[in-house]
């Protein structure tokens, strides 16, 4: 064979420049590859060990944990566990929402530096675990979870962790809206470890309105919330507190005669009682003459407000944010949050040595009255004065006192108004009931966390023009050039 003739074939092209190049790019490939595996293992370990290493991207932070769990979570001082009656897997395989609370509880437990843990039980196979809790309701297949500290528990439904959507729960369909793990865990986390739980007396039978939000904000801050009819039974004894809420329908003469020797308590005092009237105004003479009793009178029309920087809306001055009193804001996490408040009447003091202001508009609001004609002008109601829409009346025994508490309307403490962050209605509310009753936990509202909607949360236009123009036109058409200078290079080796 003539030295000097070039091999040919296969041998050729692992002897050629460009196999070698194409070699030396194929380890370099294989060795990204490997180090990408390389490194999602670890990371995937690093998270399973320490979930708060999860970096939360969705624009509504649908997996990260509240403060107010944190703060929670971080100072619990007793060992809770949250029992959940499932294996892992199959809890998780009931669908992203539960894959989300997964997630949730183990930051939870994260923050709680060991204080707080999840164990899966699956009841199937460990029936004997439910004799431990005899005091739940097993025959409730809304059953989900056991909250334990020592020898406290709570039963904790479905209910309590998801909220469904009304329109397909008619049709008798169970799809999830929201998360609501956070709270249920909290609450009764709260519950289980709490030595001072109150009772909460609702009144009821008087045709009020709706109170299923003023009544889960005060169970969820580990209060024993029950309901008594006057017109069949008397408040608690043991009760410290009882709640009014928009009757429309007056309580009669028997009733209030109930509550003014509950309140007295044979001479020993130490009770309260908090009445939120309706703003519709309905016709309650004897609930009224109580209330002026303890030295306070409501309006005969809604206040309205007039200076600029407490109105919520310019187009309507019956919605206004209030200023505080000089008493129940101690306990408030950030006292420069307000409480707002909408159709509301004021709240006068007729005496005012046993009856002082909560809340108040300001010295440029007015009393707008029920039976103003067109001809009443705004600007010629107003006193001059600081009219409140909240006030106490107080009444003193020999070690204790007992006191009338007073709100201007019931709609400050709706739904919407509850679950407000930007407003302290929740946390003012919470705040009067904690003083009064020596506790020293803060009030606590976690609202549902949902999937939907995840977007990046970008709205501005000229930064969406941009990002358009960045993702749909520059980096592929940079992607293309690059290719195609690639293609040239190669193509000339």
Known sequence: MDKNQQPSGLK??????KARHGGLA?????????????LNIVVGLLVDRFPNLKVDLTANSAYALSEDTTEFMSHLSK?????????????????????QARNLLEKMEAASDGKFKVDFVDIASNPSFTNSYKNIDWTDNRMMAVMTCGDKYQGILLDDCFTYNQEYLAAGYYQVESTTIEQAAVTNALKVTSENMPVVDFITGNQESDYTSLKSLISNNAYDVREVSLLT??????????????????????????LSKWLENDGKYGRNLIYLPSPENAETPNTEALVEEWGLRLTDGFVYETSEDHLVSSSDM????????????DNLKNKDIPV???????????????AHALLSATDRAGVFPLDADDSFRPEDGITGKAIPVAAEGVKSGADAESRLIVFGSERMFTSDFLNMNSLNNAGFFMSILNTLSEKEDDGITITGK???N?????????????MSVIFIGVIPAVILILGIIVWIRRRHM
């Open 450 to 452: 949902t999937l939907a």
């Open 233 to 258: 039974d008397d408040l608690d004894d043991d009760a410290q507190f009882a709640v009014l809420y928009a009757p429309q329908v007056d309580l009669d003469t028997a009733a209030v005669e109930k």
């Open 318 to 329: 019956f919605a206004f944010i209030t200023d505080y009193g000089d008493v129940y804001t």
């Open 12 to 17: 050729a092209f692992f002897k050629s420049r």
């Open 79 to 99: 060992d809770v566990t949250m029992h959940i009656l499932s294996t892992e897997d199959a809890f998780e395989g009931n669908g992203e929402y539960y894959v």
């Open 340 to 354: 707002m408040v909408y159709q509301v009447r004021g709240v006068e003091l007729t005496d005012e040595t046993n």
């Open 454 to 466: 995840q977007e990046l949360g970008v709205t501005d236009l000229n930064t969406n023009t941009a």
């Open 26 to 38: 194929i380890a370099i490939v294989a060795a990204a590859v490997a180090v990408v595996v390389v």
